[in-house]
Protein backbone atom coordinates (compact mmCIF):
# COMPACT_ATOMS: atom_id res chain seq x y z
CA UNK A 1 0.00 0.00 0.00
CA UNK A 2 3.07 1.86 -0.73
CA UNK A 3 4.44 4.26 -3.59
CA UNK A 4 7.50 2.97 -5.04
CA UNK A 5 8.79 5.62 -7.33
CA UNK A 6 8.70 9.62 -7.19
CA UNK A 7 6.61 11.58 -9.15
CA UNK A 8 7.92 12.25 -12.58
CA UNK A 9 10.72 9.42 -12.13
CA UNK A 10 11.42 7.86 -15.77
CA UNK A 11 10.23 4.44 -15.49
CA UNK A 12 10.64 1.49 -17.73
CA UNK A 13 8.18 -1.52 -18.73
CA UNK A 14 7.91 -3.78 -15.56
CA UNK A 15 8.90 -1.69 -12.76
CA UNK A 16 6.83 -1.45 -9.87
CA UNK A 17 4.72 1.83 -9.16
CA UNK A 18 2.73 0.81 -6.33
CA UNK A 19 2.16 -2.03 -3.67
CA UNK A 20 -1.48 -2.77 -3.52
CA UNK A 21 -4.29 -2.42 -5.78
CA UNK A 22 -6.46 0.29 -3.76
CA UNK A 23 -4.81 2.85 -6.69
CA UNK A 24 -6.36 3.01 -10.32
CA UNK A 25 -4.12 1.52 -12.84
CA UNK A 26 -4.49 4.42 -15.27
CA UNK A 27 -2.83 5.14 -18.49
CA UNK A 28 0.67 3.36 -19.22
CA UNK A 29 0.12 1.07 -15.99
CA UNK A 30 -1.26 -2.73 -15.30
CA UNK A 31 -2.16 -4.23 -12.33
CA UNK A 32 -1.20 -7.70 -11.62
CA UNK A 33 -0.73 -9.47 -8.38
CA UNK A 34 -2.06 -6.53 -6.33
CA UNK A 35 0.50 -4.33 -7.37
CA UNK A 36 0.93 -1.86 -10.34
CA UNK A 37 3.69 -2.28 -12.92
CA UNK A 38 4.67 0.54 -15.70
CA UNK A 39 4.22 -1.08 -18.94
CA UNK A 40 6.22 2.05 -21.67
CA UNK A 41 8.45 3.96 -21.06
CA UNK A 42 7.40 7.33 -19.43
CA UNK A 43 7.63 9.71 -16.48
CA UNK A 44 5.51 8.19 -13.82
CA UNK A 45 2.49 10.92 -12.27
CA UNK A 46 0.68 9.79 -9.06
CA UNK A 47 -2.48 11.94 -8.10
CA UNK A 48 -5.61 11.44 -5.59
CA UNK A 49 -7.00 8.12 -6.80
CA UNK A 50 -4.77 6.84 -9.30
CA UNK A 51 -1.47 6.31 -11.05
CA UNK A 52 -0.12 6.72 -14.77
CA UNK A 53 2.47 6.86 -16.95
CA UNK A 54 2.77 9.53 -19.61
CA UNK A 55 4.74 7.94 -22.37
CA UNK A 56 7.49 9.22 -24.18
CA UNK A 57 7.38 7.53 -27.33
CA UNK A 58 4.31 5.99 -29.60
CA UNK A 59 2.09 6.15 -32.46
CA UNK A 60 -0.96 8.18 -32.63
CA UNK A 61 -3.86 6.01 -31.69
CA UNK A 62 -7.65 7.70 -31.80
CA UNK A 63 -9.23 8.36 -28.42
CA UNK A 64 -12.91 9.85 -28.43
CA UNK A 65 -12.92 14.03 -28.42
CA UNK A 66 -10.03 14.51 -29.55
CA UNK A 67 -9.33 17.07 -32.63
CA UNK A 68 -6.69 15.90 -35.35
CA UNK A 69 -5.48 16.89 -38.52
CA UNK A 70 -5.93 14.59 -41.20
CA UNK A 71 -5.69 14.35 -45.19
CA UNK A 72 -8.28 13.10 -47.07
CA UNK A 73 -7.09 9.61 -49.06
CA UNK A 74 -10.16 8.46 -50.64
CA UNK A 75 -13.88 9.83 -51.50
CA UNK A 76 -16.75 7.26 -51.28
CA UNK A 77 -20.15 7.10 -52.76
CA UNK A 78 -21.40 9.07 -49.28
CA UNK A 79 -18.06 8.90 -47.06
CA UNK A 80 -14.10 10.20 -47.14
CA UNK A 81 -12.04 7.87 -45.69
CA UNK A 82 -9.42 10.39 -43.65
CA UNK A 83 -5.27 9.53 -42.88
CA UNK A 84 -4.98 10.44 -39.30
CA UNK A 85 -1.43 9.17 -39.17
CA UNK A 86 -2.22 6.58 -37.16
CA UNK A 87 -2.30 2.53 -37.82
CA UNK A 88 -6.32 3.44 -38.09
CA UNK A 89 -8.02 5.56 -40.97
CA UNK A 90 -11.13 7.23 -40.16
CA UNK A 91 -14.44 7.47 -41.75
CA UNK A 92 -16.49 11.05 -42.18
CA UNK A 93 -20.02 10.50 -43.19
CA UNK A 94 -21.86 12.59 -45.18
CA UNK A 95 -24.45 13.86 -42.67
CA UNK A 96 -21.37 14.53 -40.01
CA UNK A 97 -19.94 16.53 -42.42
CA UNK A 98 -22.59 19.14 -43.74
CA UNK A 99 -25.93 20.64 -42.56
CA UNK A 100 -26.61 20.99 -46.29
CA UNK A 101 -28.97 18.82 -48.24
CA UNK A 102 -26.62 16.55 -50.42
CA UNK A 103 -28.25 14.15 -53.50
CA UNK A 104 -25.72 11.35 -53.40
CA UNK A 105 -26.64 10.73 -56.83
CA UNK A 106 -26.75 14.10 -58.49
CA UNK A 107 -23.76 16.28 -56.46
CA UNK A 108 -20.26 15.47 -56.19
CA UNK A 109 -18.57 15.13 -52.87
CA UNK A 110 -15.10 15.98 -54.17
CA UNK A 111 -16.71 19.37 -53.93
CA UNK A 112 -16.60 19.92 -50.10
CA UNK A 113 -13.59 17.62 -49.75
CA UNK A 114 -11.16 16.02 -52.17
CA UNK A 115 -8.67 13.89 -52.50
CA UNK A 116 -5.01 15.27 -50.87
CA UNK A 117 -7.37 18.18 -49.07
CA UNK A 118 -5.93 18.65 -45.68
CA UNK A 119 -8.86 18.95 -42.76
CA UNK A 120 -8.95 19.83 -39.38
CA UNK A 121 -11.73 17.12 -37.81
CA UNK A 122 -13.08 15.97 -34.47
CA UNK A 123 -13.05 12.29 -33.49
CA UNK A 124 -16.89 11.42 -32.73
CA UNK A 125 -16.49 7.52 -32.08
CA UNK A 126 -14.37 5.09 -31.79
CA UNK A 127 -15.35 1.23 -31.44
CA UNK A 128 -13.90 -1.86 -29.96
CA UNK A 129 -12.45 -3.11 -33.60
CA UNK A 130 -11.24 1.14 -33.96
CA UNK A 131 -13.21 2.00 -36.53
CA UNK A 132 -12.93 5.37 -36.01
CA UNK A 133 -15.95 8.15 -36.76
CA UNK A 134 -15.27 11.74 -37.89
CA UNK A 135 -17.42 14.52 -37.79
CA UNK A 136 -16.90 18.59 -38.53
CA UNK A 137 -19.77 19.43 -36.01
CA UNK A 138 -17.08 21.68 -34.10
CA UNK A 139 -16.57 25.35 -34.47
CA UNK A 140 -12.45 24.26 -35.09
CA UNK A 141 -13.22 21.95 -37.89
CA UNK A 142 -12.64 23.02 -41.14
CA UNK A 143 -10.68 22.49 -44.29
CA UNK A 144 -7.29 23.62 -44.08
CA UNK A 145 -6.19 25.93 -47.37
CA UNK A 146 -2.68 26.89 -48.24
CA UNK A 147 0.29 26.90 -45.31
CA UNK A 148 1.87 23.48 -44.58
CA UNK A 149 1.72 20.80 -42.32
CA UNK A 150 4.53 19.55 -39.84
CA UNK A 151 4.72 16.49 -37.91
CA UNK A 152 5.55 16.02 -34.58
CA UNK A 153 6.09 13.16 -32.27
CA UNK A 154 2.11 12.73 -30.15
CA UNK A 155 3.85 12.35 -27.13
CA UNK A 156 5.28 16.12 -27.17
CA UNK A 157 1.50 17.15 -27.96
CA UNK A 158 0.62 18.54 -25.22
CA UNK A 159 3.75 20.56 -24.33
CA UNK A 160 3.83 22.53 -27.96
CA UNK A 161 -0.04 23.43 -26.83
CA UNK A 162 1.09 24.44 -23.83
CA UNK A 163 -1.00 24.85 -20.81
CA UNK A 164 -4.20 26.24 -21.94
CA UNK A 165 -2.60 26.86 -25.28
CA UNK A 166 -0.21 29.41 -24.34
CA UNK A 167 2.74 27.81 -25.95
CA UNK A 168 1.06 27.89 -28.86
CA UNK A 169 -0.28 31.04 -28.39
CA UNK A 170 2.96 32.76 -27.88
CA UNK A 171 4.61 31.31 -31.22
CA UNK A 172 1.19 32.68 -32.69
CA UNK A 173 1.38 36.22 -31.81
CA UNK A 174 5.39 36.30 -32.41
CA UNK A 175 5.54 35.09 -35.77
CA UNK A 176 2.08 36.24 -37.53
CA UNK A 177 1.22 33.00 -37.99
CA UNK A 178 -1.78 30.31 -38.07
CA UNK A 179 -1.29 27.68 -35.92
CA UNK A 180 -3.35 24.25 -35.20
CA UNK A 181 -1.81 21.44 -33.38
CA UNK A 182 -3.70 18.21 -33.65
CA UNK A 183 -3.67 15.94 -31.38
CA UNK A 184 -2.45 13.62 -33.37
CA UNK A 185 0.91 15.26 -34.06
CA UNK A 186 0.29 17.04 -37.36
CA UNK A 187 0.61 20.75 -36.93
CA UNK A 188 -0.50 22.92 -39.43
CA UNK A 189 1.27 26.32 -40.36
CA UNK A 190 0.42 29.69 -42.16
CA UNK A 191 1.83 32.65 -42.44
CA UNK A 192 4.78 35.62 -43.35
CA UNK A 193 7.14 33.89 -40.23
CA UNK A 194 6.26 30.37 -41.23
CA UNK A 195 9.79 28.93 -41.61
CA UNK A 196 10.69 30.97 -37.95
CA UNK A 197 7.29 29.24 -36.40
CA UNK A 198 8.45 25.86 -37.62
CA UNK A 199 11.83 26.24 -36.13
CA UNK A 200 10.27 27.32 -33.04
CA UNK A 201 7.79 24.46 -32.78
CA UNK A 202 10.97 21.57 -34.07
CA UNK A 203 12.49 23.44 -31.09
CA UNK A 204 9.55 22.71 -28.14
CA UNK A 205 9.49 19.73 -29.24
CA UNK A 206 12.70 18.71 -28.99
CA UNK A 207 13.12 20.78 -25.53
CA UNK A 208 9.55 19.20 -24.04
CA UNK A 209 10.43 17.98 -21.12
CA UNK A 210 12.80 20.94 -19.55
CA UNK A 211 11.38 23.84 -17.17
CA UNK A 212 10.52 27.30 -17.80
CA UNK A 213 10.41 26.47 -21.74
CA UNK A 214 7.97 28.90 -22.21
CA UNK A 215 9.81 31.74 -21.08
CA UNK A 216 12.85 30.58 -22.85
CA UNK A 217 10.67 30.14 -26.00
CA UNK A 218 9.39 33.64 -25.68
CA UNK A 219 13.28 35.27 -25.59
CA UNK A 220 13.94 32.59 -28.23
CA UNK A 221 11.60 33.97 -30.62
CA UNK A 222 12.50 38.04 -30.12
CA UNK A 223 15.86 36.81 -30.09
CA UNK A 224 15.36 35.29 -33.58
CA UNK A 225 13.01 38.39 -34.76
CA UNK A 226 15.29 41.01 -34.81
CA UNK A 227 18.51 39.01 -36.37
CA UNK A 228 15.52 38.46 -39.12
CA UNK A 229 14.87 42.16 -39.46
CA UNK A 230 18.62 43.20 -39.49
CA UNK A 231 18.85 40.85 -42.90
CA UNK B 1 44.84 -26.76 -40.72
CA UNK B 2 42.51 -26.71 -37.52
CA UNK B 3 42.71 -28.87 -34.63
CA UNK B 4 40.09 -31.81 -34.18
CA UNK B 5 38.28 -31.32 -31.77
CA UNK B 6 39.28 -33.12 -28.73
CA UNK B 7 43.17 -31.17 -29.59
CA UNK B 8 41.59 -28.12 -28.41
CA UNK B 9 42.64 -26.39 -24.86
CA UNK B 10 39.16 -24.89 -23.81
CA UNK B 11 40.72 -23.80 -20.51
CA UNK B 12 43.68 -22.71 -19.84
CA UNK B 13 45.65 -23.50 -16.37
CA UNK B 14 44.04 -20.52 -14.72
CA UNK B 15 40.55 -21.70 -15.63
CA UNK B 16 39.88 -19.30 -18.44
CA UNK B 17 38.44 -19.89 -21.69
CA UNK B 18 39.86 -19.32 -25.15
CA UNK B 19 39.20 -15.86 -25.30
CA UNK B 20 40.02 -15.03 -21.91
CA UNK B 21 37.26 -14.94 -19.67
CA UNK B 22 35.49 -17.00 -16.93
CA UNK B 23 32.68 -19.87 -16.84
CA UNK B 24 30.57 -17.53 -15.87
CA UNK B 25 31.63 -13.91 -17.10
CA UNK B 26 29.46 -13.16 -20.60
CA UNK B 27 31.37 -10.86 -23.49
CA UNK B 28 31.37 -7.07 -22.85
CA UNK B 29 28.19 -5.72 -24.02
CA UNK B 30 27.00 -2.49 -24.99
CA UNK B 31 23.52 -1.28 -26.27
CA UNK B 32 22.42 1.82 -27.96
CA UNK B 33 18.75 3.21 -28.30
CA UNK B 34 17.61 5.71 -31.15
CA UNK B 35 19.80 4.24 -33.88
CA UNK B 36 17.82 4.65 -36.62
CA UNK B 37 15.67 7.43 -37.40
CA UNK B 38 12.69 6.58 -39.48
CA UNK B 39 11.99 3.31 -37.68
CA UNK B 40 8.96 4.10 -34.61
CA UNK B 41 11.66 1.87 -32.27
CA UNK B 42 14.93 0.79 -32.57
CA UNK B 43 18.63 -0.38 -30.65
CA UNK B 44 21.78 -1.73 -31.59
CA UNK B 45 23.38 -4.51 -28.82
CA UNK B 46 27.21 -5.33 -29.29
CA UNK B 47 27.81 -8.77 -27.47
CA UNK B 48 31.94 -9.40 -27.97
CA UNK B 49 31.76 -9.63 -32.00
CA UNK B 50 28.25 -10.14 -32.53
CA UNK B 51 26.36 -6.62 -33.71
CA UNK B 52 22.52 -6.73 -34.12
CA UNK B 53 20.68 -3.34 -35.33
CA UNK B 54 17.15 -4.07 -33.94
CA UNK B 55 14.25 -2.20 -35.78
CA UNK B 56 10.04 -1.87 -34.36
CA UNK B 57 7.59 -0.02 -37.25
CA UNK B 58 4.12 -0.21 -36.51
CA UNK B 59 1.32 -0.41 -35.05
CA UNK B 60 0.43 0.34 -38.61
CA UNK B 61 -1.57 -0.58 -41.37
CA UNK B 62 -0.76 -4.81 -42.09
CA UNK B 63 -1.01 -5.50 -45.79
CA UNK B 64 -2.10 -8.16 -47.32
CA UNK B 65 -5.28 -8.18 -45.22
CA UNK B 66 -6.34 -11.81 -44.88
CA UNK B 67 -3.39 -11.72 -42.49
CA UNK B 68 -5.05 -9.02 -40.21
CA UNK B 69 -6.88 -10.57 -36.64
CA UNK B 70 -10.29 -9.01 -35.46
CA UNK B 71 -8.99 -8.69 -32.25
CA UNK B 72 -5.26 -8.12 -31.87
CA UNK B 73 -2.37 -6.57 -33.47
CA UNK B 74 0.21 -9.39 -35.70
CA UNK B 75 3.81 -9.04 -35.36
CA UNK B 76 5.90 -10.15 -38.67
CA UNK B 77 9.68 -11.06 -37.67
CA UNK B 78 12.37 -11.14 -39.99
CA UNK B 79 16.11 -11.90 -38.88
CA UNK B 80 18.52 -11.50 -41.36
CA UNK B 81 22.35 -12.07 -41.32
CA UNK B 82 24.07 -9.32 -43.61
CA UNK B 83 26.30 -11.16 -46.18
CA UNK B 84 29.80 -9.65 -44.50
CA UNK B 85 28.47 -11.30 -41.07
CA UNK B 86 30.75 -14.61 -41.00
CA UNK B 87 34.04 -15.28 -42.64
CA UNK B 88 32.34 -17.03 -45.89
CA UNK B 89 29.64 -15.03 -47.80
CA UNK B 90 26.55 -15.70 -46.49
CA UNK B 91 24.10 -16.09 -49.48
CA UNK B 92 21.93 -13.32 -49.06
CA UNK B 93 17.79 -13.86 -48.72
CA UNK B 94 15.65 -15.91 -46.00
CA UNK B 95 16.88 -19.36 -45.47
CA UNK B 96 15.44 -22.30 -43.43
CA UNK B 97 17.33 -21.40 -40.64
CA UNK B 98 16.30 -17.67 -41.04
CA UNK B 99 12.61 -18.44 -40.53
CA UNK B 100 12.91 -20.71 -37.89
CA UNK B 101 14.96 -17.90 -35.89
CA UNK B 102 12.91 -15.24 -36.59
CA UNK B 103 9.17 -17.66 -35.58
CA UNK B 104 11.10 -18.81 -32.16
CA UNK B 105 12.12 -14.64 -31.57
CA UNK B 106 8.65 -14.21 -32.21
CA UNK B 107 7.40 -16.07 -29.93
CA UNK B 108 9.86 -15.42 -27.16
CA UNK B 109 8.76 -11.78 -27.30
CA UNK B 110 4.71 -11.92 -28.28
CA UNK B 111 3.96 -12.85 -24.30
CA UNK B 112 5.10 -9.46 -23.54
CA UNK B 113 3.42 -7.28 -25.30
CA UNK B 114 -0.01 -6.15 -25.76
CA UNK B 115 -1.41 -6.81 -28.69
CA UNK B 116 -4.96 -6.71 -28.17
CA UNK B 117 -4.44 -2.92 -27.77
CA UNK B 118 -4.15 -2.97 -31.34
CA UNK B 119 -6.61 -4.81 -33.73
CA UNK B 120 -6.07 -5.39 -37.13
CA UNK B 121 -2.75 -3.63 -36.85
CA UNK B 122 0.57 -5.41 -37.92
CA UNK B 123 4.09 -4.70 -36.00
CA UNK B 124 6.76 -5.11 -37.95
CA UNK B 125 9.68 -6.48 -35.87
CA UNK B 126 13.57 -6.59 -37.77
CA UNK B 127 16.79 -8.08 -36.64
CA UNK B 128 19.60 -7.68 -38.81
CA UNK B 129 22.35 -9.29 -37.96
CA UNK B 130 26.06 -7.02 -38.60
CA UNK B 131 28.41 -9.44 -37.31
CA UNK B 132 28.27 -12.93 -36.17
CA UNK B 133 30.23 -14.43 -33.37
CA UNK B 134 27.47 -16.93 -32.00
CA UNK B 135 24.33 -16.29 -29.68
CA UNK B 136 22.86 -13.87 -32.98
CA UNK B 137 19.31 -14.79 -31.66
CA UNK B 138 19.62 -14.00 -27.94
CA UNK B 139 21.50 -10.89 -28.74
CA UNK B 140 18.85 -10.26 -31.99
CA UNK B 141 16.08 -10.64 -28.95
CA UNK B 142 17.58 -8.58 -26.51
CA UNK B 143 17.77 -5.62 -29.26
CA UNK B 144 14.65 -6.43 -30.44
CA UNK B 145 12.76 -5.61 -26.77
CA UNK B 146 14.74 -2.56 -26.22
CA UNK B 147 13.16 -1.22 -29.77
CA UNK B 148 9.66 -1.96 -28.93
CA UNK B 149 10.08 0.04 -25.67
CA UNK B 150 11.73 2.30 -27.87
CA UNK B 151 8.56 2.50 -30.16
CA UNK B 152 6.23 2.58 -27.74
CA UNK B 153 4.57 -0.39 -27.73
CA UNK B 154 2.97 -1.43 -24.27
CA UNK B 155 4.67 -4.16 -22.62
CA UNK B 156 4.47 -6.15 -19.51
CA UNK B 157 8.19 -6.10 -19.07
CA UNK B 158 11.41 -6.21 -20.90
CA UNK B 159 12.79 -9.81 -22.74
CA UNK B 160 16.63 -10.17 -22.71
CA UNK B 161 17.93 -13.27 -23.71
CA UNK B 162 21.50 -15.24 -23.76
CA UNK B 163 23.00 -18.16 -24.12
CA UNK B 164 24.88 -20.97 -21.77
CA UNK B 165 27.00 -23.61 -23.44
CA UNK B 166 28.61 -26.92 -22.74
CA UNK B 167 32.44 -27.12 -23.60
CA UNK B 168 35.07 -29.96 -22.57
CA UNK B 169 32.02 -30.88 -20.26
CA UNK B 170 32.27 -27.70 -18.31
CA UNK B 171 28.74 -25.63 -18.16
CA UNK B 172 30.20 -21.89 -19.53
CA UNK B 173 27.79 -18.87 -19.77
CA UNK B 174 27.41 -17.16 -23.63
CA UNK B 175 29.43 -18.88 -26.02
CA UNK B 176 31.23 -17.26 -28.60
CA UNK B 177 31.30 -18.22 -32.43
CA UNK B 178 33.98 -20.80 -31.56
CA UNK B 179 33.01 -22.54 -28.75
CA UNK B 180 29.59 -22.65 -30.18
CA UNK B 181 30.82 -24.70 -33.42
CA UNK B 182 33.24 -27.13 -31.61
CA UNK B 183 31.91 -26.85 -27.91
CA UNK B 184 29.49 -29.90 -26.68
CA UNK B 185 25.76 -28.26 -26.96
CA UNK B 186 24.73 -24.24 -26.50
CA UNK B 187 21.31 -23.67 -25.35
CA UNK B 188 19.76 -20.02 -25.72
CA UNK B 189 17.38 -18.55 -23.14
CA UNK B 190 15.06 -15.75 -22.84
CA UNK B 191 13.50 -14.40 -20.25
CA UNK B 192 11.00 -11.95 -18.93
CA UNK B 193 11.97 -9.12 -16.70
CA UNK B 194 10.37 -7.25 -14.19
CA UNK B 195 11.98 -5.01 -11.76
CA UNK B 196 11.75 -7.43 -8.94
CA UNK B 197 14.06 -10.23 -9.32
CA UNK B 198 11.56 -12.73 -7.92
CA UNK B 199 9.12 -12.63 -10.30
CA UNK B 200 10.83 -12.57 -13.33
CA UNK B 201 11.23 -16.57 -13.57
CA UNK B 202 9.26 -16.91 -17.36
CA UNK B 203 10.89 -18.29 -20.04
CA UNK B 204 10.00 -17.84 -23.40
CA UNK B 205 12.73 -19.02 -25.51
CA UNK B 206 14.72 -22.37 -24.79
CA UNK B 207 16.29 -24.43 -26.86
CA UNK B 208 19.01 -27.01 -27.31
CA UNK B 209 21.40 -28.63 -29.54
CA UNK B 210 23.91 -30.42 -28.69
CA UNK B 211 25.00 -33.55 -26.25
CA UNK B 212 24.59 -33.23 -22.93
CA UNK B 213 23.67 -34.50 -18.85
CA UNK B 214 20.35 -33.62 -17.31
CA UNK B 215 22.72 -31.56 -14.61
CA UNK B 216 24.81 -29.83 -17.37
CA UNK B 217 21.18 -28.49 -18.65
CA UNK B 218 19.94 -27.43 -15.28
CA UNK B 219 23.23 -25.61 -14.75
CA UNK B 220 23.31 -23.84 -18.39
CA UNK B 221 19.95 -22.83 -17.94
CA UNK B 222 20.66 -21.36 -14.03
CA UNK B 223 24.11 -19.67 -15.57
CA UNK B 224 22.04 -18.28 -18.97
CA UNK B 225 19.10 -16.87 -16.31
CA UNK B 226 21.63 -15.31 -14.01
CA UNK B 227 23.47 -13.58 -17.36
CA UNK B 228 19.83 -12.53 -18.63
CA UNK B 229 19.31 -10.39 -15.62
CA UNK B 230 22.41 -8.99 -15.61
CA UNK B 231 21.64 -7.80 -19.29
CA UNK B 232 17.61 -6.84 -17.83
CA UNK B 233 19.92 -4.21 -15.87
CA UNK B 234 21.62 -2.81 -18.55
CA UNK B 235 18.92 -2.85 -20.70
CA UNK B 236 17.30 -0.47 -18.40
CA UNK B 237 20.24 1.67 -17.41
CA UNK B 238 20.41 2.42 -21.72
CA UNK B 239 16.77 3.05 -21.79
CA UNK B 240 17.30 5.36 -18.46
CA UNK B 241 20.38 7.13 -19.80
CA UNK B 242 18.91 7.82 -23.52
CA UNK B 243 15.66 9.15 -22.24
CA UNK B 244 16.99 11.29 -19.43
CA UNK B 245 19.31 12.80 -22.10
CA UNK B 246 16.21 13.58 -23.78
CA UNK B 247 14.44 15.12 -21.41
CA UNK B 248 17.02 17.82 -20.53
CA UNK B 249 17.88 19.15 -17.09
CA UNK B 250 15.60 19.65 -14.79
Known amino acids: ?231 | MTASKEDIEWFDEEGKRVDGREKDEYRDTTMEIGVLDEADGSAMVECGNTRVVASVFGPQDLHPKHLQESDRAVIKMRYNMAPFSVDDRMRPGPNRRAKEIGLVAKRALEPVLELERFPQAGIDISMEILESDGGTRVTGITAASLALADAGIPMKGMVSAMAAGVVDDTPVLDVNGKEDKEGNADIPVAVINYEDEEESDEITLLQMDGDLTQEQVDDCISLAKRGCRDLYEEQKQTVVENYEAIRGEE
Request: proline share 3%; charged share 30%; glycine share 10%.
Open chain 1, 1 to 231: MSRVKEDNDLVVPGDVLFNGSNLYANQGTYEANDKIYSESIGVVRYSGQGVEVVPMSGRYIPEEGDVVIGEVSRVSYSRWTIDLNSPYDGTLGISDATEEYVDLDEDDLTDFYDVGDTVVVKIDSVSESMDVDLSMKDRRCKKLSGGRVIEIAPAKVPRVIGKGGTMVQQVNDRTDCNIIVGQNGQVWIKGDHANLAVRAIKKIEREAHTQGLTDRMAEWLDDQLEKEGDR
